[in-house]
DNA sequence: CGATTTAAAGACCAATTGGTCTATATATCG
DNA sequence: CGATATATAGACCAATTGGTCTTTAAATCG
């Protein structure tokens, strides 16, 4: 029996934007350009809100910079549980797992790069919220790549003496190596041949 | 018979200060900062520089941005033409290349991060200027790695179907990818197991 | 309606930004 | 010495920074 919102309904004018496509556009903004180089006016131009509707509905330019990197992680974390979904072929899901970031390597993608990787450069080692954010990314990231390829290994698809789990850090780190490398812009064919070629030394 | 530098002998007061001890101290701060985040009087205090100085050795912020990127690369290079030596055992200088990632990952120097890696994601994609840098030094590196894997295929040293510029790419991400993780302060045995299991893979 | 709440617009703020310029001291030359 | 060149210290600048606050309009309620 799921009771009705206890929250008092409120009583004037009811907020009329949408928060959280606010907080996707101001994503946007601080992807393109970093943290630092993204100015209030910059965010007030891609929200369409005014300075006092901000502030009021997210603080600070950081806590709404917060709000933006945990919608990128869990759009980032998403994504993966559906290649790396348990019910798929594991290998089939990994290969899926780095197609994707060769597609997000290449060309305008891959030159606006990440935000996450970003973010970990520019502020993970000052900024403990961030910090742990990021941290607890890669953990995250590592843990399913780990899982795939675990179940790969239970199926004997892995090659002799492959640790799923020392692969599995292996991999974090080369997805993470292709979105730097990515901001020069190499060629999608010549990444995926890449991508690929690791991925044969793990598999039987 | 080389000439006396055929230019003027200086007239006035000379130089009194070290240009590339300037340059190497604002690397530093760059290298810390970034470059949106470091402001003038960091620049000031770490060279000991009055304003005045500064801007007449360097013009700018940017231009002195520039040199101190420079000098990051030069450095690296440098270093990999020492581990990665062709009259070294090629194996054994891709080990040794590793193993200097491995520690300028791991503890504070992983928390300080990688100059080059932080201004690929915070400057690349939008200063044309750095962007050739970062994609020259990325080439240069992959080229390093390419020629000690070629020198230990022609010594029958790598595993099967091992191709060396194949393998010089997944390492260059590799590596770039550790400075990325390695800004949330892995631990040192785990990162070095990882970078050992990755090689293990391709050599015989 | 009137009370309440939120929105947008923009004035306003102190602090900081990158950068210029002047004054003055100092070091080297012929 | 006098000319030349460079150093420092710091005043100064317009523009921008993140952030607050006030005013006014609109939207919902009882």
Redesign the pocket.
Known sequence: MSRQTPVQ?????????DVDAAVERAMGVFWSRGY?A?????LLRAT??????????F????SLFLRALDRYIADALTRMDIELDPRREPVAGLRAYLAGYVDRTTGAKGRRGCLLVATAMELAGQDAEVGRRIAGFFKAMEARVADALSRAKTADKLADGVEPSSAARILVCFVEGLRVVGKTAPRRITLQATADALLDRFIR
């Open positions: 309904l409120p009583r004037g004018r009811p907020r009329s934007f630092h993204t100015a209030l006016p910059d369409k809100l005014s300075r006092g509707s901000l502030y009021a509905a603080g600070d330019k950081h």
